[in-house]
């Protein structure tokens, strides 16, 4: 059944709304979408779009509040796997190409670099932003721990350089569709033993 239907559920259309935004927002930008590109994926009428979200930047926070819960509530789930250290970076790198699989375009909706810099969509990127630092600063930590090492200076240092690197890969992965989850697990594991493995660096 449409989207736009007489019959469907406010909430069921809603969502289905916010489902096509993600996707249309994720793979042109917020800059580059209207609401008419929305409506038309929706197959819905732009004064519906209005009715239930207000406006392009309503309905664009609506979509990076369901984009941005989908990563942290998977960031979320592979730290409570109980794995430390390298095994978790390697889990929670795995369990963000597989959710992101199906629907790569939430990737870009939530590090766009065309949104809005103030209002709601920036609120909610600022709360999602620093639900992804509490956990990185926990596996961080726990590495660490692991190392001996309790220099805060170290931590804050070490977060910034496993932020990169886990957005770089991730990034990297959504630009080479073809390569399936599993087979970017492995590449990071090998990257990872590449760089970490004692001589294989030099001065």
């Given at each position: ?82 794995t430390v250290g390298l095994e978790r970076a390697l889990v929670t790198l795995d369990g963000m190409f597989r959710v992101l699989e199906p629907q790569p375009w939430l990737w870009r909706l939530v ?93």
């Open positions: 059944m449409a989207a736009g239907t007489k019959g469907v559920a406010r909430a069921d259309r809603e969502a289905q709304i916010v489902a096509d935004a993600c996707r249309v927002f994720g793979e042109n930008g917020y800059a580059a979408t209207s609401v008419a590109d929305v409506a038309a994926a929706a197959g819905i009428s732009k004064p519906l779009i209005y009715q239930y979200f207000g406006s392009k930047d309503g309905l664009y926070a609506a979509a990076v509040r369901h984009g941005a819960e989908v990563l942290s509530d998977e960031i979320e789930r592979t730290a409570a796997s109980g590090f766009d670099p065309t949104a809005p810099e103030d209002g709601e969509a920036a609120h909610v990127y600022a709360e999602h932003e620093q639900r992804l630092l509490a956990f990185g600063a926990e596996g961080v930590g726990e590495l660490l721990e692991l190392a001996g090492d309790d220099d805060p200076g170290d931590l804050s240092a070490l977060m910034a350089v496993w932020e990169q690197v886990f957005r770089t890969l991730v990034g990297w992965w959504i630009d080479h569709p073809d390569e399936p989850p599993e087979a970017m697990t492995a590449r990071c594991e090998r990257l990872f033993a590449a760089v970490l493995t004692p001589g294989t660096m030099t001065p």
